[in-house]
């Protein structure tokens, strides 16, 4: 399978706990970027890098979350403290500069339950 | 960031054509249109893309008017795994660089045997 893969799939934790998820792009892709999805809603963009430099931040990434690249090939975004309203489906996405200038990758998603 | 507005949610049959509007009376000029297809736990996938006129390819056809403020995506003679949230973006600006997608609350749409 050559897609986008994220991981783990489900997290289940205690508010309070750190939780970190980990994005695998497509092979090749430079660029790479988190969202979030609540039920019922569309996914809102969380932040983007292009190879291993974080280039936008949206205002939603509070300071308990925070992203890495370290080099340009898998992220991993990690949330901090917990609370029970960051439950929610963490999607990761990939893009070339050769597809779409819109079309990204998105793989199936951690879906994380804070208690 | 130009806002859209599509339905809540559309049904349809088997076989049917089904047309998805979706409005951006905001829309920049250098903004381009794009629709998404989610199937439940599952992440979005990229259908279409387009900046004015009409576009086809081998799943959908997007119409654009000469005013770019609405675009509709037809789907042709839908079957029962058409049954998604179909998500209209617009933005992608090329001035701005910027390259977060924008979606809204989509359209639910129910194919019916």
């Known amino acids: 399978d050559t897609g986008v893969s994220q991981d783990p799939r489900h997290k289940i934790t205690k508010r309070g706990q750190n939780v970190t998820f980990r994005c695998d792009p497509i092979?090749?892709?430079?660029?790479l970027y988190w969202y979030r999805q609540t039920l019922g809603q569309g996914p809102e963009f969380l932040t983007y890098?292009?190879?291993?430099?974080?280039?936008?931040k949206s205002r939603l990434l509070s300071d308990r979350f925070s992203a890495e690249r370290p080099k340009g090939s898998f992220s991993t975004l990690e949330i901090q403290r917990t609370e029970q309203g960051d439950s929610a489906m963490y999607l990761c996405a990939s893009s070339t500069s050769l597809a779409f200038y819109n079309e990204q990758f998105f793989g199936p998603g951690t879906r994380l339950t804070v208690l | 960031l130009a806002k859209t507005t599509q339905p809540i949610s559309m049904d349809s049959y088997e076989g049917q054509e089904v047309n998805i509007t979706c409005s951006h009376n905001n829309i920049a000029t250098n903004d381009y249109i794009t629709w998404y297809q989610q199937f439940p736990s599952q992440g979005p996938r990229f259908i279409i893309q387009?900046?004015?006129t009409k576009v086809t390819n081998e799943v959908a056809s997007l119409f654009i008017p000469a005013d770019r403020k609405s675009s509709t995506l037809s789907l042709p003679r839908v079957s029962l795994s058409d049954t998604a949230v179909y998500y209209c973006l617009v933005g992608g600006n090329m001035d701005t660089g910027r390259r977060a997608l924008t979606f809204g609350s989509g359209t639910r749409l129910q194919v019916q045997p």
């Open positions: 890098f292009q190879n291993e430099a974080q280039l936008e």
């Open positions: 387009g900046y004015k």
């Open positions: 092979s090749e892709h430079n660029r």
